[in-house]
């Protein structure tokens, strides 16, 4: 890599390194935009989740303890189930009517129901009541005692006794079944919790009747059995260990502690008499508990994957943004100069265009195009060529900071675009510009020397649509560059007209070269005794309405719209035709570099050669300068062919364009043409002739002919003379005349042309 290259490669690095930080920082960006909300809502709903799983174990435990109270409810119902179901087989007997009611058995009493009761089943009290209430019998802890110890009971008695009195009014008559066996009553129970003595007591009320009914009541009303069975603590372990529940005690009332569960103890008068308490299983808590460490554990673990998860996503997703964004900017971005393009132009001329109103002054379209590039490309090459448009864009940058776009259309075409803007601005901008591309680049390949033209059009009306204006600002361009480049020109409606006409003039010339109504003319060439040595073939049309045009007008106006390979082609046969029969003079042809750079050329000229039967060693190719610049390699294919076939070159408007020594050689030019601009300056300075003396010096070291064209006058063929000059053509000598003059003027009448010419001194 040569030093051009390394630098040019170094600011392309720099140029791609800070659009991808730009890219980074879009992708940054829009990354943030995409994956704040899912951090947010992940948060959100493990948010979400710890609320409700907080409040599924409170209710979970809600629901578990409103059940362990129903259970303790429950299960006190069926302790006293239970209590009356060991009471009844002791009262609900014959022998226990008999021991009873018909008679007070005290020690009957004592085995069968205190001390029994006592023994197994914990009652601690056990009294009879007669049929009036009246206790006829106590025992206290298993051993009888006095009756007053039921004084304390007789309340707690009274509340359930009407439910046995009315239960045994109810009772169906007894009668034993004929064998007197098997039970014939149902026992008559009732029971309660009450305070007693500041105790609770479960208390068993129990009619006596008989059983199998073989011994029966004395009276309407029998005695009662009443057991009472204290609610302590061992009671409530035993019933604790029963129903499962926690801590279970016995309380006054309820304390503020939330942890614990109660269920209210009332006495049958429906007056609270107690609390039984316990501490309630909390399962929900309890699973939490157990699974609080696992869970946090499988969260960590499921947040790690989500978080790898996301950095592959978001490396993936910032390459997708990234190569998205770069794709857009290549799309919108002429990659040379980062410059926007021809579509991004578009699209910002649009609005600006659309949104036309009163105080709106105006929008600048400036189109610019550097003035021959194509030869500094074609000479330097297109690292060179690269240089000086990035060079040129970055000259724009400095110099339009007030402009809206700075956009590169492709090759060496720019526009700058200037809103609310007035003539005065556009046209100041203008120059800016024109001046600021005519300094010099001094780059790796020296000094390079560009300078621009420059169009403007200034859109001050609404309803223009952005291709119009910019065609506007191109016809003001290319009228720059037809009125000898370098300026700035704005766009005049006239304009437009002369782009009608010229379309006009391109479809009229397509016509004439298909009716082939254009002509040759020739004007001769002599050499310094005046004879005619050659001759120069020139395309000639004569327009219907128009009259001559010109072929400074008509042939570039082919070349540009595709015609000349047809107008060339035309020249060639034409030429061939008229001069077949010639042997005395040579014939010059002008070939245009577009046919020159058309693969085909060669071939075509093999063929017309052979068609007309020509002798190719008898005619001369002229090209000009800037044909033969740059390595396209189909011209120089073709210019070696056209040798091989016997043409001779000659160097057309010698010293107007590019060409060095090397084109001279590689190309094996025979002759150059010295350009009738330096004919003309001849005599007016000394510059004058030092050049032309130059030139001639040159054509004969290289061993070249050299020929003046566009002498007109005596003292420039003098002049040329004394250079060295030693052919010459031009008005002087004659005008381009028809075939059929130009071959009396090279027959008989060469000798009397010649004489006609003076001799030089
Ligand atoms: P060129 O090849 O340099 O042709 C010489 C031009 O100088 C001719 O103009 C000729 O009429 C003009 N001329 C000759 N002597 C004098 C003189 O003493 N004073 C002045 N002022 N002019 C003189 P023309 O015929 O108008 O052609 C202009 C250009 O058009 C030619 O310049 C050539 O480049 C091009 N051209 C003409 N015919 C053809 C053709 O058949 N094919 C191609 N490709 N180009 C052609
Ligand atoms: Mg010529
Ligand atoms: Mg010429």
Redesign the pocket.
Known sequence: MNRVQARRAGGVRTASRQLNQRFERVSDRRKARLFRPIVVMTLGGLALHVLLAVFLVFKFDKVASTREQQMVQNGLQSQLSELDAVVMPQVNWDVAVKALDHKLDPVWADTNLGDYLYTFNRFTRAFVVDGSGTPIYAAVMGKRSSLDSYRSFDAAVKSVMPRIRAAEAARPPIRPRADGTGIVTQPIQANAIARIDGQIFLVIATLVQPDTGRILPRGPRAPVAITATPVDAVMLKAFAGRYMVDDLRLNDARTSDERRAYVDLYDPEGKPIGVLGWTPRRPGLMLVRQLWLPALLAIALMALIAWIVMRSGAAIFSELVASEARAKHLAFHDPLTRLPNRALLFERLHPMLARFDADHSGVAVICVDLDRFKDVNDTLGHHAGDLLIETVANRLRAVCQDAAVIARLGGDEFVVLLDRADRAAAGAMAQRILAEVRKPVDSEYGRLQVACSVGVALIEQPGIEPSEALRWADLALYRSKDSGRTRVTFFEPAMDAALRSRRSLEADLRQALGDETLSMVY?PQVDRSGAVVAV????RWTHPERGNV???VF?PLAEECGLILA??EL?LRRVFEETAGWNRVRIA????AV?LRSPGFAALVTRLVARAGVDPARYEI?L?ETALLGDDPVTAGNVEALKRLGFSIAL??FGTGYSSLSVLQRFSVDKI?ID?SFVAALGGNDESEALVDAMVKLARALNLSVIA????TEGQRDRLVMCGCREF????IGH?MPVDKIAVLIGEEQVRAAAALKRPA
Do not use: W, Y
């Not at 064209?709 to 007109?712: F, I, K, L, P």
């Not at 053509?729 to 002087?732: A, E, N």
């Open positions: 004007q120069e073939a020139l395309v010109p072929p400074g042939v107008l060339g020249v042809i002008n070939v245009s046919q002229e000009t057309d408007d043409k009738r064209e566009g002498v007109e053509q031009g008005h002087l381009p």
